[in-house]
């Protein structure tokens, strides 16, 4: 995704997904977008529990909390990634609808 940088890791069968936006007058777009309700759809065929956004403001970023998400995780887990590290790389896939004028923000931008 053009708009955000993201990283994952895991706790246990916790996913934590970070995503930081390139530019900060984006924020207001990904914080009506990327929504628990979005994330948790997105990552539904991954993620069987609850999603939880919490935002960061001093970096304008927000961090995602997936419970149930990694297959009972690490040792027990059968996945091919049972640690979580390509979670954020699926969350970037998430389709978004971007006002061209806020496209502009990214010129200059990473």
């Known amino acids: 995704m053009r708009l955000v940088w993201a990283r ?3 706790k246990g ?6 995503v930081i936006a390139r530019h900060p007058g ?3 777009l990904l914080s009506a977008q990327l929504t628990e309700a979005a994330v948790g759809a997105w990552l539904a ?3 069987r529990g609850r999603v939880t956004r919490h935002e960061v403001p001093g970096i304008h970023a927000f961090n995602f909390v ?13 996945r091919n990634d049972p640690l979580g ?12 609808r971007v006002p061209p004028a806020l496209l ?4 200059g931008a990473g």
């Open 45 to 47: 065929h991954l993620v």
């Open 66 to 78: 997936c419970e149930e998400a990694l297959g009972g995780g690490g040792m027990a887990s059968l």
């Open 13 to 18: 069968d916790i996913s934590n997904i970070g």
């Open 85 to 96: 590290k390509g979670m954020a790389q699926i969350l970037l896939s998430m389709p978004m």
């Open 104 to 107: 502009g923000l990214l010129s």
């Open 8 to 10: 994952s890791g895991d």
């Open 26 to 28: 984006l924020v207001p």
